[in-house]
């Protein structure tokens, strides 16, 4: 079993930055393809970015790209999320997951593409 836990959320003024952390734990512990998800108030889940399982492929959504990093240490079985230049739109609860297969999806901005999840962690941009 896989567990995948969220933190580094909390409350930003518009323009400052967060760090999302995703660590993952269980008897077995891997390499997995990573997806960053967010879902604001109202709204429907969706892609915000996704790492291969070196780091050195990434993927971001439109709304986040020249913003947002996702980066990894896998020593640490950890996956982050730096968010620059955060926007009032950007308010959501971010989650993280993973995909069990060895290569990253050419779908991996679906939901359905990843098989593990965590329980967020709510991010708040206001002045």
């Known amino acids: 079993q896989v567990q995948l836990v969220e933190s580094g959320g909390g409350l930003v003024k518009p323009g400052g930055s967060l760090r999302l952390s995703c660590v993952a734990s269980?008897?077995?512990?891997?390499?997995?393809?990573m997806g960053w998800f967010r879902q604001a108030p109202g709204k429907e889940r969706e892609f915000v970015a996704a790492?291969?399982?070196?780091?050195?492929?990434?993927y971001y959504a439109d709304s986040v790209k020249g913003r947002f990093t996702a980066s990894r240490d896998n020593a640490k079985n950890t996956v982050y999320l730096q968010m620059n230049s955060l926007k009032p739109e950007d308010t959501a609860v971010y989650y993280c997951?993973?995909?069990?297969?060895?290569?990253?999806?050419?779908?991996?901005?679906?939901?359905?593409?990843?098989?593990?999840w965590g329980q967020g962690t709510q991010v708040t941009v206001s002045s």
């Open positions: 790492i291969n399982w070196s780091g050195g492929t990434t």
């Open positions: 269980g008897r077995t512990v891997n390499m997995y393809p």
């Open positions: 997951a993973a995909d069990r297969r060895e290569f990253i999806s050419d779908t991996y901005y679906r939901e359905g593409e990843y098989d593990y």
